[in-house]
């Protein structure tokens, strides 16, 4: 499984961001999909996932800003990135879970400032 992850870049506060996640390869069998960031100086935590059943999940600070979808047909999931804020600033990677195997994209940078 390769995953590419895009879509990051610079907005300002208030903002929004749209990221994708491109997967390729043996993708039968992913069961879930997750978005994880790692803001400079601290560990990488959970944005949000969501099952190939459409279950999704998020992070207490995302919830209601940040919206995960998948698109089955063309083998990506996205992170809608609403009112962003400075503290949403870090390092944006995906993941795919398949058969107790994590597979990870490379990270893509989300910087927010005025």
């Known amino acids: 499984v390769q995953l590419q992850a895009s879509g990051g870049g610079l907005v300002q506060p208030g903002g929004a961001l749209r990221l994708s996640c491109a997967a390729s390869?043996?993708?039968?069998?992913?069961?879930?999909w997750g978005w994880f960031r790692q803001a400079p100086g601290k560990q990488r935590e959970l944005v949000a996932t969501?099952?190939?059943?459409?279950?999704?999940n998020y992070a207490d600070s995302v919830l209601g800003r940040f919206i995960i979808t998948r698109d089955s047909a063309k083998n990506t999931v996205n992170l809608q990135m609403n009112t962003l804020k400075p503290g949403d600033t870090a390092v944006y990677s995906c993941?795919?879970?398949?058969?107790?195997?994590?597979?990870w994209g490379q990270g893509t940078q989300v910087t927010v400032s005025s």
């Open positions: 993941n795919a879970q398949k058969a107790g195997v994590v597979y």
């Open positions: 390869g043996s993708i039968f069998g992913i069961s879930t």
């Open positions: 969501i099952t190939v059943g459409g279950r999704t």
